[in-house]
């Protein structure tokens, strides 16, 4: 059963940090890049940034671009997305998903979702 857990969201102030955690199980972890989307209220979900499974390539939406940094953990099967500089418009739940294919395009595992949200 694959499992994907995310954890680290909460509510920080404009210009604050958080950090989200994503352990997989059930899967193996270096055979798929990893990534995260968001879905703010009344907005559709949009693909924030993922890594590839092979040379830690990235790839991120141009709003986070600067702020936030994805990066895997192979040994503990953890993906993190450190989000820095937040604003208001990052809140949102936030899901850690897998996917076979890179660039990301037709995700094969979700995670539950985490809540972030950011005051001004």
């Known amino acids: 059963q694959v499992q994907l857990v995310e954890s680290g969201g909460g509510s920080v102030q404009a210009g604050g940090s958080l950090r989200l955690s994503c352990v997989a199980s059930?899967?193996?972890?270096?055979?798929?890049?990893m990534g995260w989307f968001r879905q703010a209220p009344g907005k559709e979900r949009e693909f924030v940034g993922g890594i590839s499974r092979l040379d830690g390539s990235t790839d991120y939406v141009n709003s986070v671009k600067g702020r936030f940094t994805i990066s895997r953990d192979r040994t503990k099967d953890t993906v993190y997305l450190q989000m820095n500089s937040l604003k208001p418009e990052d809140t949102a739940v936030y899901y850690c998903?897998?996917?076979?294919?890179?660039?990301?395009?037709?995700?094969?595992?979700w995670g539950q979702g985490t809540q972030v949200t950011v005051s001004s």
């Open positions: 998903v897998a996917d076979r294919a890179w660039p990301i395009r037709t995700v094969d595992w």
């Open positions: 059930g899967l193996t972890f270096s055979r798929y890049a």
